[in-house]
């Protein structure tokens, strides 16, 4: 079954860029939309945005200005970039499948699919 | 933005209570609605899409009912797994909203 792993520094200075991967194993990057999220410490969730494999892209407006979503096909693997980092950007984050299901005319989608986590720390 | 509203914020029960969670959506969003399960240190666990539609794996025991801006999730016999945080979220456009979260604790 398809399985999502989340890679990337965790500790990152303020005012730099957050980077962040995630990869694909046990299925094809080259269907579904794929997500990250992302969850500070003792609080909820928070949607970040979504990429689908041919690259169309759609971000949270919160966040708009300082979010990269990427996607590599060939590596089964889709990234993140979070600009300007301060500590309000301290989080766990989340990479996640939107699934999706068809029972009429209507696509009812979802996260079906998580990654474990990854903590990223901002502090200097 | 859709903003998705969870009650209560914590709730104290029992092995084999029955137990309601309850979801508003600040317009109405149909049944594009999903509920999560999130144990501690753990990834959110999809439970319910669609408002009612059981994700294949979970336990009949969660049930998930509501359509335009009211949503319930309710587990009809507590286990001592089902202990964790359980948040909504909304698919019916972008950006995806989460609710707060509902917390469910050991009486």
């Known amino acids: 079954q398809v399985q999502l792993q989340e890679s990337g520094p965790g500790l990152v200075k303020p005012s730099e860029t957050l980077s962040l991967s995630c990869t694909v194993s046990?299925?094809?990057?080259?269907?579904?939309?794929w997500s990250w999220i992302r969850q500070p410490p003792g609080k909820g969730l928070e949607w970040i945005g979504y990429?689908?494999?041919?690259?169309?892209?759609n971000y949270n407006p919160s966040l708009k200005s300082r979010v990269t979503i990427s996607v590599d096909t060939s590596k089964n693997q889709f990234s993140l970039k979070l600009s300007s980092v301060t500590a309000a950007d301290t989080a766990v984050y989340y990479c996640?499948?939107?699934?999706?299901?068809?029972?009429?005319?209507?696509?009812?989608?979802?996260?079906?699919?998580w990654g474990k986590g990854t903590t990223v720390t901002v502090s200097s | 933005d859709i903003q998705m509203t969870q009650s209560p914020s914590s709730l104290s029960a029992s092995v084999g209570d029955r137990v309601t969670i309850t979801c508003r959506a600040s317009q109405s969003i149909s049944n594009y609605l999903n509920w999560y399960q999130q144990r501690p240190g753990k990834a959110p666990k999809l439970l319910i899409y669609?408002?009612?539609s059981l994700q294949s794996g979970v336990p009949s025991t969660f049930s998930g009912s509501g359509s335009g801006t009211d949503f319930t999730l309710t587990i009809s016999s507590l286990q001592p797994e089902d202990f964790a945080t359980y948040y909504c979220q909304q698919s019916y456009n972008t950006p995806r909203t989460f609710g707060q979260g509902t917390k469910v604790e050991i009486k």
């Open positions: 046990g299925g094809s990057i080259s269907t579904n939309y």
């Open positions: 996640a499948r939107e699934g999706y299901d068809s029972p009429s005319y209507y696509y009812y989608y979802y996260m079906d699919v």
């Open positions: 669609a408002a009612s």
């Open positions: 990429i689908y494999y041919s690259g169309s892209t």
